[in-house]
């Protein structure tokens, strides 16, 4: 009968100190700098690595494999933490900095030797993926006057489509006096370098980072004097609703000026500046879910809906971190979802 052999101790050593070197190397460079959390376990392993080789010399190989594994789970426990962290933070942040961040100015811009009076907010916002982007929402105080009340005076010709011609007759007339806010996209654009797709998902999550504000036809009510989704919101947040706007929709101007839009509201707007640079975009709408959300031609996977033998990616407005193809679980049965414009 062998005798049994006792296993040396600088295995477990050997794993321990990789997983604490790394772990510790991985943690800075998760806090401290803006690197793909991939790039960031790998950087922590390998110190880890070279660290605890300087230390105690060669490891037998079963110990590497080991060490391997258990530093990736840490390294993955470690993201999913710092995520959740990141998240929480994010959100008392947001609700710390809501009036100052939220608050549009009425100052002045010089545009072609120009002094132009306008209303400007300073947007800070991440998309999806992280990147932190920065840009002025920008309108001129008299294209503001002029347009905030003309969909009061809309009436369609036409029977059938009226909330597709409704967000055309929208896009057309606000257009024009969106110059300043698509100015400021294509700068980003330029600077960052964008391609199709992230250039998309900057414009979307910039707006998805508005918080949501009712718009109502008629005036707005106490809070409990709305059933309870509408009242829990409100309670929360009394100013987040605007009243006695017709059809319940602001136009692309007005809400750029006050940052008060509910789905369609923010729908439009999007539709409008992602139409400007040619994409092929499209607005959903449902009488089941009285919902409106984007939907667009592009690359992705998620729930789509097909429009004239044209694929389009559905994509929700209304709150931060939805990526396109993503909807809630009680929004998510495509077939109650129509398509009623198109910018192409």
């Known amino acids: 009968m062998k005798k049994p052999t006792h296993k040396s101790p600088q295995g477990c050593v050997w794993t321990l100190l990789v997983m604490v070197i790394g772990g510790i190397v991985f943690s ?9 959390t991939f790039l960031n376990v790998a950087i922590g392993l390998f110190l880890g690595l070279v660290i605890t080789y300087t230390f105690l010399g060669k490891p037998k190989l079963k110990s590497v494999f080991q060490s391997f594994l258990l530093v990736l789970f840490v390294f993955l426990a470690l993201k999913t933490l710092f995520g959740l962290l990141i998240d929480l933070w994010e959100t008392h942040s947001k609700d710390m900095v809501f009036t100052s961040e939220e608050k549009v100015l009425q100052t002045t811009i010089i545009d072609d030797n120009d002094t132009i009076p306008v209303f400007s907010s300073t947007r800070r916002w991440t998309d999806n993926y992280g990147n932190l982007f920065e840009g002025d929402l920008t309108v001129r105080v008299n294209d503001y006057y002029a347009l905030k009340d003309y969909i009061a005076t809309y009436r369609t010709g036409t029977r059938g489509n009226f909330w597709g011609n409704l967000y055309d007759h929208i896009e057309r007339k606000d257009l024009p006096s969106l110059d300043l806010v698509i100015r400021n996209f294509e700068r980003i654009r330029a600077e960052r370098n964008l391609n199709q797709m992230e250039f998309a998902e900057m414009v979307v999550s910039c707006i998805q980072d508005i918080p949501y504000a009712f718009v109502f036809s008629e005036a707005c009510l106490p809070a409990d004097r ?58 959903a709408n449902s009488d089941f879910y009285k919902h409106s959300i984007l939907a667009i031609n592009i690359p992705a996977s998620g729930l789509f809906k097909v429009h004239n033998g044209k694929k389009y990616i559905l994509w929700e407005t209304t709150a931060a971190y939805f990526q396109a193809g993503y909807l809630s679980p009680n929004f998510a049965d495509v077939t109650h979802w129509n398509i009623v414009l198109t910018s192409k």
């Open 28 to 36: 800075v460079l998760q806090i401290g700098t803006n690197l793909p």
């Open 226 to 283: 709305y059933e309870s989704s509408i009242k829990e919101i409100l309670q929360q947040c009394p100013e987040c609703c605007i009243g006695n706007i017709a059809y319940g929709i602001q136009n692309p101007v007005s809400f750029i000026q006050n940052l008060k839009g509910d789905c369609d509201t923010r729908t439009v707007l999007i539709y409008s500046i992602l139409k400007y640079f040619q994409y092929d975009v499209a607005i």
